[in-house]
């Protein structure tokens, strides 16, 4: 299956401090990646929907200055989180749709995650 | 998108079948219903979806009621690999939602050796 990666897999940062997490597909091209945020035992909550070369798509209430979302290329997307603060401490995943392949019929890929802790 | 419920919670022995059930009865005519499960610290994962005939793959089989208002995911041998939280997932063409996953709170399946 298609292979979706992220990195880091886990981070500290101070508190101020702006991280940036990459999502990468290794064998397939994307046009769309989706980013999420996992609180600890809860569900995944989307956060934005990132579209190759154009502006990302933010879900109500994530606020887009705070966590910026760049997709370059067909392959890669960015999610930074600015002035970051221990509330925004979480758990990032990113999920990616085969170019081509968007129908509902078809399947996500996630990465494996990023655990961002902010101390 | 439609709202789905699911038992919070399900244990199974090891080499066991396992029936983790759905209730979807928003679902709309065009909803494909999938499939994920995410093992502890990890990503969600694929697991299968279908829209109104029962499927077959390597990983599960998926059970959807003729009214297509619920269904049912079915490990036919569990295995402590297994273990992980469940989603089942309407995905449909509704309003904005197009071809986005929103996730609900899932069913943690604990298996037992």
């Known amino acids: 299956g298609a292979v979706v990666s992220q990195h880091p897999s886990w981070v500290i940062c101070k508190s101020g401090t702006s991280v940036k997490i990459e999502c990468r597909s290794l064998d397939f091209q994307a046009t769309t990646m989706f980013w999420y945020r996992q609180f600890p035992k809860q569900s995944l909550m989307l956060m934005a929907t990132?579209?190759?070369?154009?502006?990302?798509?933010?879900e109500q209430g994530v606020e887009k200055d705070k966590f910026l979302i760049n997709h370059a290329s067909l392959t890669l997307s960015t999610l930074t989180v600015t002035s970051a603060h221990p509330e925004d401490s979480s758990f990032y995943i990113c999920s990616a749709r085969l170019l081509g392949r968007q129908g509902l019929n078809t399947e996500a890929f996630f990465g494996q995650g990023t655990r961002l802790t902010v101390v | 998108d439609a709202k789905t419920t699911q038992p919070n919670s399900m244990e199974s022995n090891e080499e066991e079948p396992v029936h983790l059930p759905c209730n979807h009865s928003?679902?709309?005519?065009?909803?494909?219903i999938h499939w994920y499960r995410q093992l502890p610290s990890q990503g969600p994962e694929y697991v299968i979806h279908g829209l109104t005939s029962n499927v077959n793959n390597r990983m599960a089989s998926l059970a959807i009621a003729e009214d297509r208002k619920s269904s049912t995911l079915i490990l036919h041998r569990a295995t402590l690999r297994d273990a992980a939280v469940y989603y089942c997932i309407p995905r449909g063409v509704g309003g904005t939602s197009y071809g986005k996953l929103t996730f609900g709170q899932g069913t943690i399946l604990t298996v037992h050796p």
């Open positions: 990132s579209n190759e070369g154009s502006k990302a798509t933010y």
């Open positions: 928003t679902i709309s005519g065009t909803d494909y």
